[in-house]
């Protein structure tokens, strides 16, 4: 499983960093946040996904 976020999308809710802190970051400037890898650890998959749902933006994908 890989993850993205579409910047164009990401408002900086932190929703995602507080769900997967292992694979969000944040902006420390305006809260954005990156995948810290596209490859997401197995571990971390529920969390990911649980992400997904939850981002209001609709700005994470997997694939
Ligand atoms: S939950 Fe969505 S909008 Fe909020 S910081 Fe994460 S990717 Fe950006």
Do not use: W, Y
């Not at 164009?8 to 995948?35: K, W, Y």
């Amino acid at each position: 499983m890989k993850v993205r976020v579409d910047p164009e999308l990401c408002q900086g809710h932190t929703l995602c960093n507080m769900i997967a802190p292992q694979v969000f970051e944040l902006d420390e400037i305006d809260g954005h946040s990156r995948v810290v890898d596209e490859d997401v650890p197995a571990g971390e998959r529920a969390r990911v996904a649980e992400a997904v749902r939850s981002c209001p933006e609709r700005a994470i994908s997997t694939f």
